[in-house]
């Protein structure tokens, strides 16, 4: 099942609620892969930040490694402005455990401590098993237990809800 919603729309929303919270010369974004790092790039685009857009692949930081394995496709994570007393705005698709969060905040520690981080979603679906919560969310939705959100892109950016079928009692 697809749902029709209007990335551009929700970004266009997303920009309008953070640029009252953002300093263009002095804020740094980080945009998580995949998904997170595209919605980061039109931000960032949209915002006008002067810090280059970092990147993080949470791979490593994951609290479940060792039970799905190594995903294959590990990429570099790159934050290519200093870290310590910058505030930090963290990008991530869809925000759903909290666990991806979390392994991206251990990573952000490894480079510095920063003054402050404020988290930016398109989609928020509940459902967090860890005290995480979007300062910015586009979407928020209860999804029902098994579906799932899906960005796609990154040209076009879509949104897909996807559900899993019933299984026969």
Known sequence: MNADWDVTTLLEGMVRDLRP???PEQTAMIGIFTGGVWIAQALHRALGLKTALGQLDI????DDF???GLHPQVRASDIPFAVDGRSIIL???????????????NEIFDYGRPANILL??????????????ADIAALRLNTAAGGQIKL????PLR???????RTAS
Request: hydrophobic share 40%; no cysteine.
């Open 21 to 23: 919270r953002v300093d």
């Open 152 to 155: 796609r892109g990154p040209d």
């Open 120 to 133: 930016a979603v398109l989609v928020d679906r509940g459902g967090h098993e860890l005290p995480v919560a």
């Open 66 to 68: 060792s039970q799905i």
């Open 59 to 62: 791979s490593f930081y994951r």
């Open 91 to 105: 990008v991530d698709d869809v925000l759903y455990t909290g666990r991806t969060i979390r392994a991206a905040m």
């Open 159 to 165: 949104l897909e809800l996807l559900t899993s079928p």
